[in-house]
């Protein structure tokens, strides 16, 4: 059992960060980041063409992860796999020693910089969470018997901020359901709205980290407002971050992680820190959050 899902059981406050793979195969950066991590998270995401972007490939950078010696998290999307490229990218993760992975269905090919790729979608991600199950269990998708089972902790993901919250609660009972032990939210930045997320979350057996979006500045901030749908960002926070001027955004944006991470600390498990191109703060986020 991986350090990461130990810790999860044990009911220890989690903390997760993303390594975002580089486009190309120039790693140096990537895993330099990776290694200032090293003990201080339980766990690294390594994202799957993030933003349907071609990137290095997360079971690749997993493997490098585990190498490091972190745990990591596959991170596992539908858009551009069948069921059979599926099956076999888990069971290869088992092979290497990698037992986290996260099920996503995946963000539309024109989000991203193939804009002609042929979008696959022959699951989704409720679907892919009982495929892993199956695995688990010795069995493939068509019923056939596995020669050796897999041991994959499977984990999803969330949109507390959803507005409305009805269709997202929907599909968060669904991947209960199918079998998801963990969530990774996406971004949150109210407060009273993840409390009542998470009146609804504790009444199921699951582990819930929230998800913090570091913001750099305050068009960074309404950006996300304009263009990610399930995120946004209070006018406040846009306002402190105009307030702080160029030379200081990014360390507001830092503060306001940090706050974030103090204020849900007795309402979930852990968090799921995001800096996305700003892999190297993640250690100074958690300092200020004290963690």
Known sequence: MGKFREALEAGDFLVTAECGP??????????????????????????????????????????????????????????DRNRLALQSDILGAHVLGIKNILCLTGDYVTAGDHKAAKPVFDVESSQLLQVVNTLNNGKDMAGNELKGATEMFPGATVTPEAKPIEPQLMKFRKKVKAGARFFQTQAIYDIENFKGFMKEARKHNVKILAGILVLKSAGMATFINNNVPGITVPQNLIDELKAAGKEKALSTGIDIAARTIKSVRDLCDGVHIMAIGMEDKVPEIMKRAGL
Do not use: Y
């Open 22 to 79: 580089p486009k190309g195969t120039d790693l140096k950066e990537m895993l330099k980041h990776a290694k200032e991590l090293l003990g201080k998270v339980h766990a690294l995401n390594a994202t799957d063409n993030q933003s349907s972007v071609m990137r290095v490939s997360s079971l690749a950078i997993c493997k490098l992860l585990l190498e490091m010696g972190h745990d990591p998290i596959f991170q596992l999307t539908c858009r």
